[in-house]
């Protein structure tokens, strides 16, 4: 049964205000934290101004030496203005490299949680399959507008399946290994079968279909999870 587009279009919305509301919290935490940082940080001019108060406060210093460390004093002042500013630079990039670091992740999270959804559903589902076309002389299948060239084993097991889910049959392994082998389903083992419907799925190659398409259902056996009329043999 199609989904309904508002059914779809709300999980979406909801992922949507989801990420948002989560990239405002990481932006106003961070923005946050780097304003309490920057008004912890000393003031640059703190020290040019003590060693500006100690000029106006030493008159008495009138030797040469004195004099001397006293500029020493302001030029390591200015040093300190320089270095602190640079600090603040280094320390705005920082913040504005995890900022996005942040929300990258966010959204590579979201992105994940919303793949493995869909995929989720998928499995729920089923692959929808709206033509199955299996050709014996180019050995290939045809799903939809996939082509899938196969083994003349892998062709052999295929059309097996299809046959049996035109008559509605789930098929065993042992089944399966009977009917290519033309020995009774006695005389076959569950294993055989087993072996041709992983290679079949090996064949396939992309996971997903194969793994959608050529359904195991627990203790009965294998079946294609498509429908009757939209498989033709040639």
């Not at 793949?115 to 045809?142: F, H, P």
Request: charged content about 20%; glycine content about 6%; proline content about 1%.
């Amino acid at each position: 049964m199609p989904v309904s587009s508002s059914a779809v279009s709300d999980p979406l919305k909801a992922g949507n205000r989801v990420v948002a509301g989560g990239i405002a919290a990481i932006v106003l935490i961070l923005f946050a934290a780097a304003v309490l940082l920057f008004l912890n940080l000393p003031d640059a001019n703190a020290f040019n101004a003590r060693v500006e108060r100690l000029f106006v406060e030493s008159d008495g210093l009138t030797s040469g030496a004195e004099i001397r460390l006293l500029e020493i004093l302001a030029q390591s002042g200015t040093t300190f203005s320089d270095v602190l500013a640079s600090y603040r630079v280094v320390i705005f990039v920082l913040l504005v490299f995890a900022t996005a670091l942040m929300v990258a992740a966010l959204v590579f999270l979201v992105t994940i949680i919303t793949l493995n959804r869909r995929i989720s559903a998928i499995q729920r589902s089923g692959i929808q399959v709206s033509s199955l076309l299996i050709s014996r002389d180019s050995r290939a299948v045809y799903i939809n507008d996939m082509e899938f060239a196969l083994t003349e084993a892998a062709l052999e097991t295929l059309s097996v399946l299809a046959e049996a889910r035109m008559d509605d049959d789930v098929l065993t392994g042992a089944q399966i290994e009977a009917v290519i082998s033309g020995r009774d389903a006695s005389d076959c083992e569950e294993a055989a079968g087993a072996t041709r419907i992983k290679r079949l799925r090996d064949a396939l190659g992309n996971q997903m279909v194969s793994e959608l398409l050529v359904k195991t259902i627990a203790r009965r056996g294998y079946v294609l999870a498509v429908g009757r009329d939209v498989i033709r043999m040639i």
